[in-house]
């Protein structure tokens, strides 16, 4: 998961390391000719300080191989003004190397320097396009790119430890754009709160596009809250796909849940109204109602899910869709809250998906929480959503 925009990012990570290294080596070499010279002031004349370096020939000796600087023919000087003139511009020419060497040595001796307008420009766009690459959208990938200019733009970095300074940047920026994201609430903690102040049993509807991962979803959630020792019931609201009641009774089954069924083209609301009643004469805790996959642009489904909606009237209506399915999600999201106000996202396959865009901005764009990654097949696949994750596992330290 994120494999591609992990790799980006350290590419372009990369880049500049090797530039800064580059950048370090001149440095030092000029600063090893030159050290005694800085340090011992700016009271010294150039004439001095080029005076420590070891040249290569005397005046006295004579000129006998082939690397000799080439003697110049002197120039005639015309009269003072010029001889004047001459030398001020000697001596500008003299004095700009001086500061650049300044630099080169702070960077390399202090170890702390400000990367230069072009670095930053060409690392903040790198970052840009590996994030829209990854499928985050449009406006995140800015906000994030806009954060990291201004951070490398405001605050020298150690030249020592570029690498992880320029990651340690892109977590910050992450962090700073990832944390505008409305929270969604901790689902353990919302079902117990609920059985605490007596409001059970607690209803829970999932709905989202075909093969996102809703049933088995569901059973992850089973799962949990089972190990929580909060108990549940399964509603196989699905009536429509094709052995989607066995496959919902199978899950409840090797979860050890019990599951409220009926025929194939039988009303899913209906179903999802006995599995209330189950779970009240029951005394169980949790009600799981799944629903049928559909498109977004289909009204005559997107209506039966609103029906669903109206008769269970659930405490948490939860979209579940799948990572891979990139830019399209955000708009799915959209379309489908017209229609039924959805409280969180579940994000599936994310084990799957090398890219991980919709991690990073599906909670700013659709304004929207994420409540879990699902992470694989298994019922322990389900990864709490938590901003720390997802740095982690793009921009590690
Ligand atoms: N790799 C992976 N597969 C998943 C995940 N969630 C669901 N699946 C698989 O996706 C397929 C469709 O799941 P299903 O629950 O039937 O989807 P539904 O049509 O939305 O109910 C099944 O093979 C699941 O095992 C996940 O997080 N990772
Ligand atoms: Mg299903």
Partial sequence: MFDNLKKKISEAVNKIVKREDAKKEEGQEIAG???????????????????????????EEPISDSYAPIAKPAAPIKDAYREEKAQEQKKEEKAQPRLSLKTKIKGAILGRSRLDRGEIEDFAESIRSSLLESEV????????????????????????????????????????????????????????????????????????PNGTGKTTTMAKIAHMLKSKKISCVLSASDTFRAAAIEQTVYHGERVGVPVIKSGYGADPASIAFDAIAYAKSHNIDVVLVDSAGRQ?????????????????????????????????????????????????????????????????????????????????EGYDALAPYSIDFVIGSIAPN
């Fill in 33 to 59: 000719a030159k050290e005694t010279a800085i340090i011992n002031g700016p009271e010294r004349k150039q004439e001095e300080i080029d005076g420590d370096i070891p040249q290569s020939s005397s005046k």
């Fill in 137 to 208: 959208s449009y406006d995140t990938a800015d906000e994030i790119t806009s954060d990291i200019r201004k951070r490398l733009a405001e605050g020298d970095i150690d030249t020592r430890k570029v690498r992880e300074e320029l990651n340690s940047t892109v977590r910050e920026s992450l962090r700073e754009v990832l944390e505008k994201g409305r929270k969604g609430v901790d689902l353990g903690l919302f079902v117990s709160d609920r059985i605490a102040s007596g409001k059970t049993p607690v209803k829970i509807l999932f709905l989202g």
């Fill in 296 to 376: 977004e642009t289909n009204r005559n489904l997107i209506g039966e899910v609103q029906k669903i909606a109206r008769v269970v009237k659930p405490d948490l209506t939860i979209f579940v869709g799948e990572s891979i399915s990139g830019n399209v999600l955000p708009n799915q999201i959209k379309e489908f809250s017209k229609f039924v106000a959805i409280d969180g996202i579940i994000l599936t396959k994310l084990d799957c998906d090398s890219k991980g865009g919709n991690a990073i901005s599906i909670t700013n764009t659709t304004g929207i929480p994420i409540l879990f990654f699902g992470i694989g």
